[in-house]
């Protein structure tokens, strides 16, 4: 199967990582739900990587479930900062080196600490961007836990 060589691409590679690429049909706005739906899993075990800063400006990465959102206040508390908010997208390119939609927590271009939901661990597959809009990799989520520093936090709530 052809799929793109991005920097996450390589950082797998790197570590050795078995992955599943999985490439699609990019749409605009269509989220962690047009991309389950398109690979016919649960949107729960799709895993999407958002960028925030603290309101000291110190931006971080957080991995959450695609059918829930971050609860910045939760989280701004669990950091002991006053705010956390979502930067902007072109914000986010800068860090990442991804456009937004493309995001992955592998190869950033800034390193930040990336913080996980930590249900995510609990699954036995996760679908995470692979580094490119329409591409997702299948791993499991322990690879993150090998790969990248990460710190697991309770900050969910349903949309």
Do not use: C
Request: glycine content about 6%; cysteine-free.
């Amino acid at each position: 199967m052809n799929y793109p060589i991005t920097p996450a691409i390589r950082a797998l590679r790197e570590k050795k990582v078995d992955f599943e690429p999985h490439v699609f049909d990019y749409v605009e706005k269509g989220g962690t739900r047009h991309s389950a739906e398109v690979l016919k899993v649960d949107e729960h075990a799709v895993v999407k990587t958002l960028i925030f800063e603290t309101s000291e400006k110190k931006p971080l990465i957080v991995l959450m479930h695609g059918d829930f959102q971050v609860s910045t206040k939760n989280l701004a508390r669990y950091l002991n900062v006053k705010t956390v908010a979502p930067v902007a997208p072109e914000k986010a390119s800068k860090l990442t080196g991804y456009l937004v939609g493309g995001t992955s927590p592998f190869g950033t271009k800034t390193k930040m600490p990336i913080y996980a939901e930590k249900t995510i661990f609990e699954l036995s597959k996760i679908y995470i961007n692979g580094g490119k809009r329409g591409f997702l990799v299948a791993i499991e989520p322990r690879v993150l836990r090998d790969v990248l520093q990460i710190e697991a936090v309770e900050v969910a709530i349903k949309e």
